[in-house]
């Protein structure tokens, strides 16, 4: 785990992205490659995020430090509104008004991800599907976005390939699901182009397409305000 103690510096040519309850990095690596200068902030440790790191409560974070970014990823934990963890009865903290109120306060455009369960509480969310950027898995995500930035919805693909069930074995030509106690690290690897995660981080995780798609749109939305 990195700690700086001053997280402030001199403005570079990569704008700097802030990435809130960062886990194992998928964003991150979206981000990264759209070409910001990404830390990632989470509660716990995470020893396999592959870029700057602070162990630090994500709303705090934001509250004290958010303004000093150009960009804000949030990805508050989806447990609350997964499927699988309303099938084992688990309880977990619903975080996505007290983020969004954090984002708010810091002045700073940014987007806020969850599952599907929780799209109902997200405002206008756009949603995206791994078939939209050429991934074999669905894993819809929904992003609600806010600072002055606005994604536009693209086209849905159909879902024309069969989904594996739930923490079943992925059958040749179906997609995987790769969500709870799944089976075949190894491929959910490659499909969502995340060779350095485990299970733990790959079940949580945005595939980083979405993310530097997210990032790609408003690095344009920036340039073409700068031009006006």
């Known amino acids: 785990m990195t700690q700086p103690t001053d997280i ?10 802030l990435d809130l309850y960062c886990c194992q990095g998928g964003a991150a690596k979206g981000y990264n490659d759209a070409g ?5 902030v989470d509660k716990n ?3 396999r995020y592959p870029f700057r790191f602070i162990q630090a409560d994500a709303t705090t974070f934001a509250l004290e430090h958010g303004a000093g970014f150009d960009f804000i990823h ?8 997964s499927d699988c963890q309303r099938i084992q009865n688990n309880a977990h903290p619903d975080l996505i008004a007290p983020t969004r109120t954090a984002l708010e306060t810091t ?18 969310p756009v949603m995206l599907c791994g078939p939209m950027f050429g991934l074999e898995t669905y894993r819809h995500r929904f992003f609600e976005t806010g600072g002055g930035f606005h994604l536009t919805q693209p086209e849905h ?14 059958p040749p030509g179906h997609y995987g699901q790769f ?5 075949g690290v190894e491929l959910a690897r490659r499909v969502m182009a995340v060779p350095w995660m485990n299970r733990d981080g790959i079940r949580e995780c945005i595939p980083p397409a979405y993310a530097e798609h997210i990032g790609r749109a ?10 006006a």
Request: aromatic content about 6%; some cysteine; hydrophobic content about 35%.
């Open 8 to 17: 402030r510096r001199v403005r570079g040519r990569r704008p700097r992205l």
């Open 36 to 40: 910001f200068d990404v830390t990632g």
């Open 45 to 47: 440790p995470q020893p």
């Open 74 to 81: 949030a990805s508050p934990p989806c447990q609350h509104d």
């Open 107 to 124: 002045g700073r455009p940014w987007v806020m991800e969850n599952v599907g369960g929780a799209s109902p509480k997200l405002r206008n």
């Open 157 to 170: 693909p159909a879902h024309t390939v069969p989904q594996a069930k739930m923490g079943r074995p992925v």
């Open 179 to 183: 969500v709870g106690n799944f089976s």
């Open 218 to 227: 408003f690095l344009t939305s920036r340039a073409l305000a700068a031009a």
